[in-house]
C-alpha cells in the first residue's frame, strides 16, 4: 500500500494566518492527491482533487500543489470555520489511502 | 446535488455480520461512470477505504478486509449495501458511504454521507 505522511500532525494558528501543510507519499503518485476537511462529529469534505484543482464551491483561499511524492495543502488567510481537521489521500493506486490528519487548532 | 444516508444496526455482536445501506437521493446510482464507496473512521482515528461499486456493477474491496467485505447495488430502490462478516472490535468504527465520479480523475469522494457509527459489543 501506498502510505501518506502528514506533517504537522497538529498546528495552531490565529485568524488571518497563512498555514501549509505538507503530506508526502511513499511512492511517487504523479498528481493523484486529493485533500478533505473534517470538523468535528462531521463527514470529510472534499478541498481540492488532482494535487490544485479546487472542488466547486470551496473558498479560493485553499490552495494545493505539488506533486511526484510531495504535496502542499495552503490556507491563504485562517478564516474560524477553517479549524478542523484535514486529510491528504493517494487515488494513484488501490487500495486508496488517508494520511493520519492534521488538526488545526486556535492559538 | 447528491445526497447520501446510511441506516442499519449500531451495535453488532462479535462474530456476527454488519449490514449497512446507502440511502442515494438527487440523482440515480445507475448514473453514467459513477462509482459508489464505503469508507470507515475508528473512534479518534484516521480513515480506512473498505472499497466500491461501479455503477454497472464491478467491485474493488480493500485487501486487508476483502475476504469479509461484499458491497452490491439495489438499482430498484436507488441505495447500495455493505456486508462484513465475522466482526471484532477493531471493526468499531463511524462507517460512511460515498460517491466518486468516474472518468480520468478516480478516485476523489465528492459526496459523503454523514455517517452511521457501528460499535461491536456483546
Known amino acids: 500500500d501506498f502510505q501518506m505522511t502528514q506533517s504537522p500532525s497538529s498546528l495552531s494558528a490565529s485568524v488571518g494566518d497563512r498555514v501549509t501543510i505538507t503530506c508526502r507519499a511513499s511512492q511517487s503518485i504523479s498528481n493523484y492527491l486529493n485533500w478533505y476537511q473534517q470538523k468535528s462529529g462531521k463527514a470529510p469534505k472534499l478541498l481540492i482533487y488532482s494535487a490544485s484543482s479546487l472542488q466547486t464551491g470551496v473558498s479560493s483561499r485553499f490552495s494545493g500543489g505539488g506533486s511526484g511524492t510531495d504535496f502542499t495543502l495552503t490556507i491563504s488567510s485562517l478564516q474560524p470555520e477553517d479549524f478542523a481537521i484535514y486529510y491528504c489521500q493517494q487515488s494513484y493506486s488501490t487500495p486508496w489511502t488517508f494520511g493520519q490528519g492534521t488538526k488545526v487548532e486556535i492559538k | 446535488q447528491l445526497q447520501l444516508q446510511e441506516s442499519g444496526p449500531g451495535l453488532v455482536k462479535p462474530s456476527e455480520t454488519l449490514s449497512l445501506t446507502c440511502t442515494v437521493s438527487?440523482?440515480?446510482?445507475?448514473?453514467?461512470?459513477?462509482?459508489w464507496g464505503w469508507i470507515r473512521q475508528p473512534p479518534g482515528k484516521g480513515l480506512e477505504w473498505i472499497g466500491n461499486i461501479y455503477y454497472r456493477g464491478g467491485t474493488y474491496y480493500n485487501p486487508s478486509l476483502k475476504s469479509r467485505v461484499t458491497i452490491s447495488l439495489d438499482t430498484s430502490k436507488n441505495q447500495f449495501s455493505l456486508r462484513l462478516t465475522s466482526v471484532t472490535a477493531a471493526d468499531t468504527a463511524v462507517y460512511y458511504c460515498?460517491?466518486?465520479?468516474?472518468?480520468?480523475?478516480?478516485?476523489?469522494?465528492?459526496?459523503w454521507g454523514q455517517g452511521t457509527l457501528v460499535t461491536v459489543s456483546s
Open positions: 460515498a460517491s466518486l465520479p468516474g472518468g480520468n480523475i478516480v478516485g476523489r469522494v465528492d459526496y
Open positions: 438527487g440523482g440515480s446510482i445507475s448514473t453514467y461512470n459513477y462509482y
